[in-house]
């Protein structure tokens, strides 16, 4: 028998299209400091960011069904880990007030550095710290919902709650976090004493960026990713093939929030301060709206979305400063008539090209 | 005989209402055993009872001669027990290919889901459970496009991919033409050479072609057991599908 008739071999056409399509979007990015001015490529710095904080949520979102609000708070978790390690790195004459510890902390009468800060000043511990925080933060929060079997819409309550709690948390804790302020005035990146000039941290965050990608696509094209798009569809089912669901669900809200993690720690240096406004829940809600636009379960989808919407953005906020509306009014369009998203019903497209419709036996759907 | 799967007195309560009265019931290794009984007789509740679908307020189940009474329904699935479920419950956005894949026998760990290739041997497998079921064209096919009888099929190759000992059954020839019924009855023969098959049925003709024994429920309660002829001339029988001449018609 054709072995191309057998299982998914037919499907992962497209993807190998869309790889080439990858391949030469990642090559021109890479040249594209040359080209462009430095506004430019510090702002696809932080586009290229906010696209794989969008692909992380995608991994939870498309292919597993959970709907977080949650994730801008796994970004500034790791942005916060990043920006003390360069808030204590600030040389003694650019400090304002000369001595180690952070100007908000002498403002609000701290005298020492608290012991749990300390260790962030060493990069190691900080680079750690950026994964490890968001990623035990949401693997402590997934151990008790997805074992105590909350599903739905109420995983998505508790992650609106969780964003609104740690805001405040924040706020509340002045001395410890700048309060509403966050951390400001940070230095500029230096690694083990090497300083990274803008284009350098731009091609540090294209590879990271590129790595999420194509690591995400790696792992949903692998058994894995399929048992994720049947948890999505159906958790219960599965459970009696022997699968246990909810440490698939930890697994993968674990990993996700510390690629979230990641690209908040590198966020930091391009942004020079964080602060709680990426852990509210307007945040959390840009990165759905990327991801809903892109197309869940596309992961490119969600990337090309935050750098679109991005670039949307900046320039509409030259003509008003309501780009949000127009952002609200692409959300609305999409919601509407594309709810596949760009990307998503793109691929619908070429599918059906590849796939004539076949003769078959007239169509039931139970659902 | 030494029982695969012995059920002792089991009760299930949904919100004050017993859906189950203490039900016993033994099955032999590599048994056909088929329930029958009008609706809400208790049928599917049993089978969800045993898989740890539904809480067990009472009694006990035992697997191999151990207590399997509400674990976790993966635990059950994992030590060999396979379900297949009234309405096709099938993946209807993946592949008929994939939904066997997921089903394969095989560790179920995450690491080993990330890392595990589609191998000959495994790709083999499914193709020979494809075979089996009639759907071996349709591999790449998206499960949604299938029809009724042909999803059936899928939700029975699922089970016979997980290669369980014991295999439930619940109304496997729902929705299936009279053809389409009595290759299911062939297929499920062909499982019993080394499965234990405890089916859920309402075609008689379909029960006569596969059964050893019967056994009929009512009410929560187990009514008669026996063959196809002695449940047939069951007075008792006879009595709860009132206003019916033979239980032919028992559907």
């Known amino acids: 028998m054709a072995q191309s008739t057998i299982g998914i071999a037919t499907r992962s056409r497209t993807p190998t299209r869309l790889g080439i399509v990858t391949a030469i979007s990642f090559l021109v990015m890479v040249i594209l400091p040359f080209v462009v001015g430095e506004f430019q490529v510090s702002l696809l710095s932080k586009l290229l960011l906010f696209g794989a904080l969008a692909i992380s949520l995608d991994l939870v979102w498309g292919f597993t069904g959970i709907l977080s609000f949650a994730h801008g708070v796994f970004f500034t978790l790791g942005g916060y880990a990043m920006a003390y390690y360069l808030k204590l790195n600030l040389s003694a004459e650019n400090n304002t007030y000369g001595g180690s510890l952070p100007d908000f902390m002498v403002w609000n009468g701290l005298t020492e550095l608290p012991w749990f800060i300390a260790p962030l000043k060493y990069f190691p511990i900080a680079a750690i710290a950026m994964v490890l925080i968001p990623a035990a933060f949401a693997f402590l929060i997934g151990w008790f919902i997805f074992r105590s079997k909350v599903s739905g819409v109420y995983i998505t309550i508790i992650t609106l709650a969780i964003s609104s709690a740690l805001t405040t948390f924040f706020i509340s804790q002045q001395a410890y976090t700048g309060g509403t302020n966050g951390i400001t005035d940070v230095s500029k990146l230096s690694i083990f004493g090497i300083n990274i000039p803008p284009n350098g941290l731009y091609w540090i965050i294209l590879l990271f960026t590129t790595f999420v990608l194509v690591g995400s696509w790696w792992l949903t094209q692998s058994n894995f990713g399929l048992i994720l798009r049947s948890i999505k569809e159906n958790e219960n089912r599965i459970s009696y093939l022997g699968y246990d669901v909810a440490s698939f669900k930890i697994f993968i809200w674990t990993l996700s929030a510390g690629i979230a993690g990641i690209a908040g720690g590198l966020f930091v240096p391009l942004n020079r301060f964080i602060s709680p406004v990426y852990l509210a829940v307007a945040f959390g809600t840009q990165v759905v709206i990327w991801v809903a636009i892109g197309g869940r379960g596309t992961l490119i989808g969600p990337l090309v979305a935050a750098i679109l919407l991005g670039q949307i953005q900046n320039s509409a906020e030259r003509v008003t400063q309501d780009w949000q509306l127009v952002v609200g009014v692409l959300l609305l369009i999409v919601v509407l008539f594309i709810p596949d998203g760009l990307v998503g019903t793109v691929q619908k497209l070429f599918m059906k090209k590849q796939q004539p419709a076949s003769t078959k036996q007239p169509v039931i759907d139970h659902n | ?251």
């Open chain 2, 1 to 251: 005989m030494e029982s695969i799967l012995s059920v002792k007195n089991l009760q299930v309560v949904f919100s004050g209402f017993k859906a189950l009265k203490g039900v016993d019931l033994e099955v032999g290794d590599r048994e056909i055993v088929t329930i029958i009984g009008p609706n809400g007789a208790g049928k599917s509740t049993l089978l969800d009872a045993i898989v740890s679908k539904s809480p067990v307020a009472a009694g006990n189940v035992y697997f191999q001669g151990k207590d399997i009474t509400n674990k976790n329904p993966y635990d059950i699935a994992r030590m060999g027990i396979g379900r297949k479920f009234q309405n096709p419950n099938v993946y209807n956005e993946l592949t008929v290919f994939e939904n066997i894949l997921l089903a394969l026998k095989g560790t179920h760990g995450i690491l080993n889901s990330i890392t595990t290739k589609l191998t000959k041997t495994k790709k083999d497998k499914i193709i020979d459970v494809l075979d089996r079921i009639g759907l071996l064209g349709d591999a790449a096919t998206i499960v949604s496009s299938l029809s009724h009888g042909q999803k059936q099929w899928v939700e029975i190759g699922m089970v016979i991919a997980q290669d369980p000992s014991v295999v439930l059954l619940d109304e496997p020839t729902a929705g299936m033409t009279p053809e389409e019924t009595h290759a299911t009855g062939e297929i499920i023969k062909t499982l019993a050479r080394n499965h234990t098959v405890v089916a859920i049925e309402h075609d008689m003709d379909f029960v006569k072609q596969i059964a050893e024994r019967i056994i009929v429920l009512h009410q929560g309660a187990k009514l008669a057991e026996g063959s196809v002829d002695e449940i047939q001339s069951n007075p008792k029988v006879i009595e709860v599908y009132l206003g019916r001449e033979k239980i032919n018609d028992a559907a």
